[in-house]
């Protein structure tokens, strides 16, 4: 089956690592990715918080793109960009009158059935007889809080990717590297998300009761799958906590035994590389 | 000739204001066959029905129409007075121009011309009625009170005390259901047990009441005044006959980590059991599910002990038949899952407050068996978790309840009430502790219970929050509550968080499981959330629309213990009324067979709901079958038509809704 | 009342928006469950419930100018935890929208749309979004040149900020999507 890999802008700059791990973690495990060709921004939540449309259409173009392109499936590690996609093509789906204003706009057909879109944990969930396999380095008691933010989960109805309130997912994918998911309350917690700029504080403030939670609760790393989430609990600690904040890729890749280095593990402002060792 | 009568009624203004009533009566004067036409303000007043019986004697009317209300309001009335002046009942009918006119038109004049044409057609109907005459049936003097919680119980009671025999059948190995498990009852604080263990005892000792438990209705067939119910007796593995009650069995019985249904979980039974040391019949069953002698064989430790021989380990499951003229159905409810969501319906379980995987998390029913003195704590209020008394408590109300997005938008009404108990409760006995209450909106509208409500606010100091919370999580061993205080604003904007030792929920009322399976055996109906259907919303609360089947309880809507006692004893005086003569009187609107036009297909018998097609051989002089053809039992049949709709070779008729009949309506029509 | 709409007396503002997104307001019953889970409280001027209340009592004027409509962070949690089943989150996209239209954004909004419109300027120019170019412009529109100053240095250090950004190459096609959902409602 061919998988469109859509990195997304994020993944092309501050989360820089993030795509690094993904594409190690694929060559390591033979998951073969190929990029969309020519893909674009998904508009994020600046597209649909000002203009309904336009919040559909940029997805739509990458989405009609890869289907162009004969992808099967598209796998689209950053949160907000699966997100996206999925919400979009939910909602030209469930609304017929949508479609021909969309293909309109991004002046291509749309593909007529739904294209199979899948996040990070979901990319790496059917493979975890693999990863248990392939393990090299077992982060045998590393205790791991398992973060999964906003756009992973909700909404829960378009989604339709775990338990909205008790997600079980990452948790799979991460014990599946020998490390302990612990049991703490912000799993599913708002980060502050867009507003790492034009409300920094707002961001201090929430990243702030997630760490703390984390912290108390035992754990030594935070994992996530979203690089507004990292971004934001990666640069936005208070002071004196030093959390790694750590991708559920980059977990995997070292439990799999691909170099701390191609998995960009120095990229990070909080250092992740003690907590790892 | 037909000689009709047409009377027209204004309803003060409920018709007057939109329908031109004299234009009515007037242009109905001018039908083929109408001999007298008149309009009054209130038709169903003693003048008013005055007139219908004047005219009747002295124009000699052939039957009448009266153009009024609807006939599920006033159509007995109207027949009675037309009986009363000597005409058969049946020759009068009643046209809708309230329900089916003024009341849905806002046009005079297309409202009017609309009156005109409901009144022709029912002269047209009337013109073609035919004298009927009730059927009689004979009663079997004896109900059957379905469950035997507190308004089983006082339905069974009052039927009893009123001479009449009853069978009560419960499911539970012991009377008195949920009431049993509470501590002190809203809004006088009585103790549960108090007030209810001695009704309990004279249920079971009355000589009028035969009682089942263990037991469940299995079969229901026939119809009003004479039902055959099929009982299931659950094998107990205890001869009740024998047993003494002594309780040395329980003691020594080596599984003792039962989670306890009658303390909700939060204490321990044994595999051979009385659910409560107040249980009726004080008699112990055996929960086969747990017992190591029907797991593996081993054990029989209560055989060896029980001094007289009781326990028997071969018993099985044996039925009785009863018959019954009444049947009461008061099974009562069960309180919604919040743990488990409630899959089979459709509905997720409450993740926002953790699923259950929290034990501080309890139900209200669960905060019964805390307070109570008869309970695992022996009344003292101890969280589940580690045995402490908690220092916060935090009440939630409607959780499940009011909420559409779990499919449940009704209020269960008795919560508002429980949950001041419970913070008073609480407080009464952890004097310094705080109890919080998160609420929607108070519903305390019961004598005595707004003043209860203000109660547990001003006097015991109970923390009332305007405000639904959003999610619990737990941080450090407390339970962090998070809501808002709506009627704060400002900077945070009412966020509240409280760090809680124990979170009750106020979870919803349900009907028990299997009410769905049950209705059907009844053929009663159920609204959309399982709750039995009454006949009428507001005339008919204890009736069900299959004749001499009755309601009493939260069977049949959220409702607290002086609601259910009442519908209860409401219930009994319709079975008392029902068995007051030795025959009843049915509505002769039923279907007849032309049996020789009938093809003997029956379909008929497939659609019937009632069960009310009969299969008869039709046999010459010599005895040889010619052929089998359907028939109508009138005792059962509700003249619902499915039959009379479904007959291939049109041979089937309603009495009072012929075909001759109704198409002569609908040619009316202009 | 200002909810009124000329050409239609008869709809309320809650009609209207119910029609036009499909999200029906009036079905809140003020229990504030939204409210008690939203992580920006904080920052807003009026609860997200109190919001719902606006547009049920009519005022839309008090809702366009309201700050909270841009400080919802899109979290979701209230849609996906409301008894009610009104999806708000949504909802505050549909206000913002005719927040922006109506000329009505509260100024307490100006950063936020801000990073908002020179996010949509960068993909608009060049299909994706460049991180520092999109900062800097943020930065000029904002008039916030001095906030994360530290930062920047060491992100560049750690390669997560990159000088040049590789722009979509049928740019034409990203210009024309903007052009042609501009009017749309």
Known sequence: ?277 | MARIGVFVCWCGENIGRTVDCPKVAAEAAEFPGVVHSVDYKYMCSDPGQGLVKEAIREKKLTGVVVAACSPRMHESTFRRACAEAGLNPFLCEMANIREHCSWVHEDRGEATAKAVQLVRVMVEKVKRNEALFPIKVPVTKRALVIGGGIAGIQAALDIANGGKKVVLVEKEPSIGGHMAQLSETFPTLDCSQCILTPRMVEAATHPNITLHTYAEVESVSGFIGNFDVKIRLKARSVDIKKCTGCGLCAQKCPQKKIPSEFDEGLGMRTAIYTPFAQAVPNKPVIDRAHCTKFLNGKCGICQKICPVGAVDYTQEDTFIEEKVGAIVVATGYRLYDFRNGEKDYGIEGYGEYGYGQYKDVIDGLQFERLASASGPTGGEILRPSDGKPPEKVVFIKCVGSRDCAKGLSYCSKICCMYIAKHAMLYKHKVHHGTAYVFYMDIRAGGKSYDEFVRRAIEEDGAVYIRGRVSRIYKRGGKLVVVGADTLLGGTGGGRVEIEADLVVLATAMRPQYGIEALAQKLSISYDEYGFLSEAHPKLRPVETNTAGIFLAGACQGAKDIPEAVGQASGAAAKVLGLFSGDELEREPIVAHVNQSQCVGCFYCEQVCPYHAIEREEKRDKAGNLIARVAKVNAGLCQGCGACVATCRSNSIDLDGFSAEQVFSQIGGLK | MSAQRKDSPEKTFAEQMAAETGIDVRKCYQCGKCTAGCPMVPEMDYTPSQIMRLVQIGDREAALRSATIWYCASCLTCSTRCPQEVKIAEFMDALRERSLKAKKVNPRARKIIAFVKSFLGGIRRAGRVHEISMVMEYKTRARDLFSDVLLAPVMFVKGKLKLLGKPVKDRQAVARIFERTAGAK
Request: aromatic share 4%; with cysteine; glycine share 8%.
């Open chain 1, 1 to 277: 089956m061919a998988t469109g890999y859509y990195p997304g802008c994020s993944l092309e700059g501050t989360a820089a690592e993030f795509d690094m791990s993904i594409r190690a973690l694929a060559e390591a495990l033979q998951l073969p990715l190929t990029e969309i060709e020519d893909w674009n921004c998904c508009g994020a939540s600046a597209a649909h918080q000002t203009n309904h449309l336009l919040g559909l259409a940029l997805p739509a173009r990458t989405i009609a793109l890869a289907a162009a392109q004969g992808m099967e499936e598209i796998v689209a590690p950053c949160a907000a960009c699966s997100n996206r996609l999925i919400a979009a093509q939910a909602e030209w789906l469930d609304n017929s009158g949508l479609r021909g204003d969309i293909e309109h706009a991004i002046g291509m057909p749309l593909p007529a059935g739904r294209l199979p879109i899948r996040n990070c944990i979901e990319f790496l969930l059917p493979h975890i007889e693999k990863i248990t396999a392939a393990l090299r380095k077992p982060l045998t008691g590393k205790k791991v809080a398992c973060y999964y933010g906003c756009l992973l989960v909700r909404p829960p109805k378009v989604v339709a990717f775990d338990d909205p309130e008790n997600p079980v997912t990452m948790e799979k994918v991460a014990a599946a590297t020998g490390a302990e998911a612990v049991d703490w309350g912000f799993r599913t917690e708002c980060c502050g998300a867009a507003f790492a700029m034009s409300s920094t504080a707002s961001v201090v403030r929430l990243c702030g009761r997630i760490l703390d939670n984390a912290r108390s609760e035992g754990a030594h790393m935070v994992i996530v799958a979203c690089p507004l989430c990292h971004a934001n609990l990666d640069m936005r600690q208070p002071k004196g906590m030093a959390m790694p904040i750590v991708y559920l890729s980059q977990l995997v890749g070292l439990a799999v035994g691909v170099a701390p280095k191609a998995l960009g593990l120095g990229k990070h402002i909080t250092p992740v590389a003690p907590a790892l060792a």
